[in-house]
């Protein structure tokens, strides 16, 4: 690809920015129905919506995220910019001009980016191309929200695509790094870093082997992780051509060595799961011996004709000729690696320096609230305060989170009171309670020493001030972990 270069990235996003292409902007121009629609990739309501108009906005929006043909003259006008200008982005014929690639608003918080990519298969009617890059989708943007964000000297961004990642960690990163093994995804990266005025170090190749003998206080990932398929099936952002789930644990074993004391790793990963009692066999022998904290958590599972129905419509597939046949393919080769099921989730590592690293191995498909990030690094600092001083615990001011609520259930002519405590923001862990875990919540002030909150509610249950001490503990670490107290 030869996407523009020179100034016209830094001078295409000014111009955007001035039009008010971005997300809250063009949610206003398309009202909530048709902006609703587009957030699911469909466009119909989108283009009833835009028909006739020529306003600058419009013919933006109409060229660059609903893929429609528009006037060469006034496009031009819209974006101070001649056609001849913006090649590879645009292809013009009869006086007509039709975008390339996908140029979107992209908002997250206080920041305002703009991102090129390939358009999907919902926006052409047709299967992508095994070369295809993909834009924002739900998997990117879990992961940034699920990212932690210290301030940092180095930071790696694995597997960039068109640079998402890459572009969060330039906001709190002094390098950035970001590595892919196709030469158009860091074609797009490139363009994009420009677009938004932030430099990459954009390197080319596989995994790790880019920065051999390196090491990052932050790397993340959103690999192409998808587990069997075929290789007439193959697509460079989702199939690394390894086998079963072989991706994931390379990057996983491989990344210890890359990682600075107090270093983080965050991905999303796939595995296959063999024995459906134990969906973390595989990711735990993952993080065995690499010495590093690791909290693996499960969001979802497949089974593999449901997994392969997911990838081929992901592809545009579902509606092509050859569809039973890379079905039929596809299941092949998941019988033959005895699959019962696919996970889906994230694995936090962390380079902790203890002989015996925390891990944690959980299934959690309840809705998330995003950002859960704070959720993330929550956990790892209640696992650092308990190994070094468990009953120091006891002498700290604990108080209840912002969002905690208590409920309890009975059901219709029962007498059974079920108590369970819920949070409505980060992960929204909701669970039972019992009566001293509850009475010891109500009395957490986050002023008086914890241990007072204990002893009050050991004369309430009637347990002697010793027991209640003793088993406070795992109940405060447990509250503690999923943030219903601070």
Same mark, same amino acid.
């Given at each position: 690809m030869r996407l523009p270069g020179g100034d016209l990235p830094a001078r295409l996003a000014d111009r955007l920015h001035a039009l008010d292409y971005t997300v809250e902007g063009v949610r206003l121009l398309l009202g909530p129905v048709a902006a609703g629609a587009l957030d699911r990739e469909e466009v119909v309501p989108a283009t009833r919506t835009l028909i006739g108009d020529e306003s600058p906005l419009s013919l933006v929006s109409r060229a660059f995220m609903l893929g429609e043909g528009v006037d060469a003259r006034l496009l031009e006008g819209a974006l101070g910019v001649a056609v001849d200008e913006l090649r590879d982005l645009v292809v013009e014929a009869d006086g007509v001009v039709r975008a390339s690639v996908e140029l979107?608003?992209?908002?997250?918080?206080?920041?305002?980016?703009?991102?090129?990519?390939?358009?999907?298969?919902?926006?052409?009617?047709?299967?992508?191309?095994?070369?295809?890059?993909l834009g924002v989708g739900g998997a990117s943007t879990m992961l940034a929200q699920c990212t932690v964000r210290p301030d940092v000297d180095r930071a790696l961004d694995i597997g960039t695509g068109c640079g998402v990642?890459?572009?969060h960690l330039a906001g709190h990163s002094?390098?950035?790094?970001?590595?892919?093994?196709?030469?158009?995804?860091?074609?797009?990266?490139?363009?994009?870093a420009a677009l938004n005025q932030v430099t990459l170090d954009l390197r080319q190749g596989s995994l790790l082997d880019p920065v051999a003998g390196e090491q990052f206080d932050l790397v993340v990932s959103n690999p192409p992780f998808v587990i069997g398929s075929p290789e007439s099936q193959r697509h460079d952002y989702r199939d690394s051509g390894l086998d079963g789930d072989g991706l994931c644990a390379a990057l996983v074993r491989g990344v210890a060595d890359h990682l600075t004391e107090g270093g983080w790793c965050q991905l999303l990963a796939n595995w296959e799961i063999a024995d459906g009692d134990d969906w973390?066999?595989?990711p735990r022998s993952w993080v065995a011996d690499g010495g590093l904290d690791a909290w693996v958590i499960q969001r979802d599972v497949q089974d593999p004709a449901a997994y392969v129905e997911t990838w081929l419509r992901d592809a545009g597939q579902q509606t092509s000729d050859g569809y039973r046949a890379a079905y039929d393919a596809w299941m092949t080769v998941l019988d033959s690696r005895r699959v019962l099921g696919i996970g889906f989730g994230l694995i936090t590592l962390r380079r902790g320096g203890r002989e015996a690293p925390f891990q944690r191995f959980q299934h959690a498909a309840q809705e998330w609230v995003q950002p859960v990030a704070p959720d993330v690094e929550r956990w790892f600092?209640?696992?650092?305060?308990?190994?070094?001083?468990?009953?120091?615990?006891?002498?700290?001011?604990?108080? =209840? @989170?912002?969002?905690? &609520? #208590?409920?309890?259930? +009975?059901? =219709? @002519?029962?007498?059974? &009171? #079920?108590?369970?405590? +819920?949070?409505?923001t980060g992960m929204a862990w909701t669970g039972p309670i019992d009566p001293f875990g509850l009475d010891v919540l109500d009395a957490l002030d986050g002023v008086r020493p914890a241990a007072e909150a204990v002893l009050g509610a050991a004369v309430n249950q009637g347990?002697?001030?010793?027991?209640?001490?003793?088993?406070?503990?795992?109940?405060?670490r447990q509250l503690a972990e999923e943030g219903f107290v601070l």
């Open positions: 979107a608003p992209y908002g997250v918080d206080d920041h305002n980016w703009y991102v090129a990519s390939d358009w999907s298969s919902r926006r052409t009617g047709r299967p992508t191309r095994t070369e295809h890059v990642q890459a572009l002094r390098q950035v790094v970001a590595t892919d093994v196709s030469r158009r995804c860091l074609d797009l990266a490139a363009f994009n973390a066999q595989h600092a209640v696992q650092d305060v308990f190994a070094a001083d468990p009953s120091g615990v006891l002498l700290r001011p604990i108080r =209840v @989170g912002p969002d905690v &609520v #208590v409920e309890q259930h +009975r059901e =219709v @002519g029962g007498s059974e &009171v #079920v108590t369970l405590i +819920r949070r409505a347990v002697t001030p010793e027991e209640a001490l003793a088993a406070s503990l795992p109940v405060l």
